[in-house]
């Protein structure tokens, strides 16, 4: 799980891992300071600072944001409930077909209509087959939602991807560059255009 702490100009203002390792934690590095917050979070003596975090952030028109990979990160948690999920106002979600069996409680965690339900799995489920994007769900306070395509350029896509096959490609165009990654993601670009 990570966190950042934004202002609501949408600039990152710095890694909350670092932080908690600098101030709370004060001598352990900041690999370990993200494991210790993960076991930290599952704990209940975290949920009244938790409270304190997001109130305190929101009172000065920031806003604490939770990232993570795994639905039951955030739903296996009470603490994580309570202090996390009932100060959000804002909610974004990705692709949730892998969750469509138990999404309904879900739903109910995250407080969801069922139009909003229907929108959420509706996320990639009829995308243009000859353009390379992916979908999100935005939700504000239960008052607005929808979905949104994302789509990057083929020079963004390169330099993020996760692909195995696609990082390997970038990295052996770059050593047949001198190490020179902008020119090898920039080839890569210019040939995927041009098929």
Not at 62 to 68: C, D, F, M, Q
Not at 89 to 115: E, H, P, V, W
Not at 178 to 190: F, H, P
């Amino acid at each position: 799980m990570s966190r950042f702490l934004s202002n609501r100009n949408l600039e990152l203002l710095e890694p909350y891992e670092g932080k908690l390792s600098r101030t709370v934690l004060r001598g352990e590095g900041s690999r370990k300071g993200a494991d210790l917050l993960d076991k930290a979070i599952a704990s209940a003596n975290m949920a009244e600072y938790l409270k304190y975090l997001y109130k305190t952030v929101r009172k000065y028109f920031g806003e604490a944001i939770v990232v993570t990979q795994e639905v039951d990160d955030i739903i296996s948690s009470p603490v994580v409930k309570e202090s996390i999920i009932n100060n959000s106002d804002c909610k974004i979600l990705l692709d949730q077909r892998k969750y469509m069996n138990k999404f309904d409680s879900i739903q109910a965690l995250l407080g969801l209509t069922d139009k909003e339900k229907a929108q959420i799995l509706s996320i990639n489920m009829n995308n243009h087959p000859s353009r390379k994007y992916k979908e999100v769900w935005i939700g504000l306070g239960g008052v607005q939602s929808a979905v949104y395509a994302t789509e990057v350029s083929s020079e963004e896509y390169f330099a993020f991807t996760t692909e195995e096959t696609e990082k390997l490609e970038v990295q052996k165009r770059t050593d047949k560059l001198d190490g020179n990654i902008e020119l090898a993601i920039k080839q890569l670009a210019d040939q995927t255009r041009a098929r």
